[in-house]
């Protein structure tokens, strides 16, 4: 590496704080990167998981579906469906981790039963609405953390580019500048003292 710098002591200081601050920079973004990386994995395993519960629920809400079609016919099921009275609100929130905000995504859902009379209703129909809200609230987390998952991989790309340029151009670059400076403020140390000794040999000569 080609170092373009006057080697003087005032450089020397300049250097040594520039590398040490680098230094420093370097510790933490590489401690940022391991914890959002610790992060990055966990929330993988969470996706995951909640994709596996979404895409159950969502087998078993469609198998009762069908039931209750069998049952009592497509057409008297959508009848049923206009007189079901549910609403959803949902409540977003941030938390921050290492400067990223993850979103909190609450889901709250207001009823109104009895929907309808029981007489000559399948007790599928029950069964259809407690298990599409439980797919609803499934689907709200698996949501929040897929979104929380984006903006850490983002992040991580981020801190990952930095600590790279940090080992690969910056500390290489105030490192050989430290040892460059040092090296000849040590040469010009010693053609001083030599010519010095040079001079006094000459004089007493």
Known sequence: MRINIAATKTNLLKSKK???????????LDEKRKILVNELNSVVHIVDRLQRKVD?????????VDKTVVIMGRKRL??????IDIKTRLAISERKVMGVSLPIINMNVRENPPYYSTYEVSFYVDEVIVKFKEVLKLITQLAEKKIALIRIAKEVQKTIRKVNALEKIYLPFYETSVKYINDRLDEDSREAFSMLKLIKERIKG
Do not use: K, P, R, V
């Open 78 to 83: 959508e009848e049923l469906s206009f007189s």
């Open 56 to 64: 159950i629920a969502m087998q078993e809400a469609y198998g009762l």
């Open 18 to 28: 520039l590398l040490s601050l680098t230094q420093e920079g370097h510790a933490l």
